[in-house]
């Protein structure tokens, strides 16, 4: 399949480990966040979402936290598997229904 | 069930060429969703459908690019005289809803490639 992302910001963790991937995003306005999976060669998969009105919410094995103050995401994997390896990006969106995509981070995993 | 599908997956054009790329929706959707992703960076939002009409086109970069959803289900995205720029995997997307909360379901993508 295609490579997607070849000179994004990349963190490498261990198997088992717990993986923190960060965005920044840009719009006060923004009021909803998702944040997606993309792997070689297939298409954003959503993976979880949060409202403006929440500052976290879990999941399966991920967790998002929102602080609106300092305009920031993050996104936390549990006990991270290979399967988890793939690139992330968080999205907003602000009004109507299209979503902006931030500029991901390439998540790899070592056995 | 059937999740959103694309084709062709490749297509390589040579530039001038026009191309035609198609979107299936997951049945029943209402909401569709073209975007643009450039080798290493996030999807770029092109256009929005909610059924046959077309709500929001502000993301389209130039009048050769064209989209229709005439009856509301396939999406056909239509590149004219095709420009090395417009190299870039093209991204499907639809929703159940016309409402901004809904999951956008997206499809693999058609990678076009001009020569």
């Known amino acids: 399949g295609e490579s997607v992302g070849l000179h994004l910001p990349t963190l490498s963790v261990q198997e088992g480990d717990n993986s923190i991937i960060n965005c920044a995003y840009s719009?006060?306005?923004?009021?909803?966040f998702i944040w997606y999976k993309q792997e070689s060669g297939k298409g954003p998969q959503f993976i979880i979402d949060?409202?403006?009105?929440?500052d976290k919410r879990q999941g399966q094995r991920v967790t998002v936290l929102l602080n609106k103050t300092v305009k920031h995401l993050s996104l936390q994997i549990a006990a991270t598997q290979p399967g988890d390896s793939a690139v992330y990006f968080c999205?907003?969106?602000?009004?109507?229904?299209?979503?902006?995509f931030g500029g991901g981070t390439r998540l790899m995993v070592k056995p | 069930g059937a999740g959103v599908s694309q084709s062709p997956r490749y297509k390589v054009a040579k530039r001038g060429q026009d191309v035609a790329l198609r979107c299936d929706p997951i049945?029943?959707?209402?909401?569709l969703f073209w975007y643009q992703q450039a080798l290493g960076q996030g999807p770029e939002f092109l256009t929005y459908?909610?059924?046959?009409?077309?709500?929001?086109k502000s993301g389209l970069p130039s009048d050769r690019f064209f989209a229709e959803r005439p009856e509301g289900s396939v999406s056909t995205l239509k590149i004219q005289r095709t420009q090395q720029e417009d190299s870039a995997v093209y991204l499907c997307?639809?929703?159940?809803?016309?409402?901004?909360?809904?999951?956008?379901?997206f499809g693999p993508g058609t990678r076009l490639t001009v020569l």
């Open positions: 997307a639809s929703s159940s809803r016309g409402m901004r909360y809904n999951e956008q379901f």
């Open positions: 719009n006060s306005a923004s009021d909803y």
């Open positions: 949060i409202r403006s009105n929440m």
């Open positions: 999205a907003e969106n602000n009004a109507g229904n299209m979503l902006t």
């Open positions: 049945s029943g959707h209402v909401s």
């Open positions: 459908f909610q059924n046959e009409a077309q709500l929001d």
